[in-house]
Structure formats: structure tokens, C-alpha cells
């Protein structure tokens, strides 16, 4: 679980204007995120999580469509296939950070900033509901206290920083 936070910290939010594009090799550490029992094969819901873990946004039919077709009639995608659904994706239109933002300007009610339980709940409660001990998880792995005040700015510095481990 520790190593699809650090996918979803990695690569979810790009500032606006930023290429959604990724290298073959951000795909290949994504994939490998997913492929759990290291068979070259994801199934298609963890495929589907594993786009938006990329950054990609789609509604939720037409990424089970995409990810459908490009697994050929199959219940899995190999790397390839899934290389080809993140470039589906990218054609699409679906990289775009517009919802989050849109939603953390509601929170800030006027405010420059928000806090990072009213951050906690945009994550927990926005696309695919993230639990609260997950999204408690993502905030320390940020270095976003529960109080500490954040802009939108500060928001996208954070979860575009690499994270490193020891």
C-alpha cells in the first residue's frame, strides 16, 4: 500500500500548463506498483486505479471502456496494453487538475488558504473516496499538518516533490 501512496504523492498533480505526458519508464514504475504478484499482468480495476494514479482523471465508464479495449477481450493488461491506455488517456483530455482546483477554491471560501483537514476532506470525499486513514497517511507523507494553512500553490509544491525514502 506504502508504494501506491508514493505513486499517487509522485505523479498525481502536475501544475496547470505542465504535460501530462509521462516517460515509458514513470508507466513502467506504476505498473509495477499495481502488478502485485509480479506476473506482467494488472487486472483491469487495478489498471484503472493505476491511470489515476498517474494523474489522469476519467470518469469512471469511460476509463473501464478504454481499459476494456485495449485488453483485447482479456481480464488483465500486460505493459504494453496499459502504455497504450495512458496514451488513450492523454488523448482524451483526462490529465486535468480543474476539479481539484475547483474544489479547493470552494474550501477556501474566499480565503487565500485552506487547511489540511479541509484538504483531508476534499481528498476523502472527491472521484474515488479515499478513506480517512489514507488520506491521514498522505497528509504526513506531504508534511501537511491537520492546522498548517495551504494555498493552492503550496498545495501542487508538495505532491509534485518526489518523495524519498530511506
Not at 493505476?50 to 469511460?62: D, F, M, S
Request: glycine share 8%; with cysteine; hydrophobic share 40%.
Amino acid at each position: 500500500f506504502f508504494s501506491l501512496q508514493l505513486c499517487l504523492i509522485r505523479f498525481q498533480f502536475r501544475p496547470r500548463g505542465e504535460s501530462m505526458a509521462h516517460s515509458k519508464d514513470d508507466i513502467r514504475e506504476v505498473f509495477i506498483c499495481y502488478d502485485l504478484e509480479s506476473t506482467g499482468v494488472v487486472p483491469l480495476d487495478d489498471a484503472c486505479a493505476a491511470v489515476r494514479a498517474l494523474g489522469y482523471n476519467p470518469p469512471q465508464a469511460p476509463l473501464s471502456e478504454l481499459a476494456a479495449k485495449c485488453a483485447a477481450g482479456m481480464r488483465t493488461l500486460t505493459l504494453p496494453q496499459f502504455n497504450q491506455l495512458v496514451e488513450e488517456c492523454e488523448k482524451n483530455g483526462f490529465g486535468s487538475t480543474e476539479g481539484l482546483k475547483e474544489a479547493f477554491t470552494l474550501f477556501q471560501k474566499g480565503a487565500p488558504n485552506i487547511t489540511g483537514a479541509e484538504l483531508k476532506t476534499i481528498l476523502c470525499s472527491m472521484g474515488e473516496h479515499m478513506r480517512e486513514k489514507n488520506g491521514d497517511e498522505l497528509l504526513q507523507l506531504a508534511d501537511i499538518g491537520l492546522d498548517s494553512p495551504l494555498t493552492w500553490e503550496d498545495f501542487l509544491k508538495k505532491s509534485c516533490t518526489p518523495v524519498t525514502t530511506a
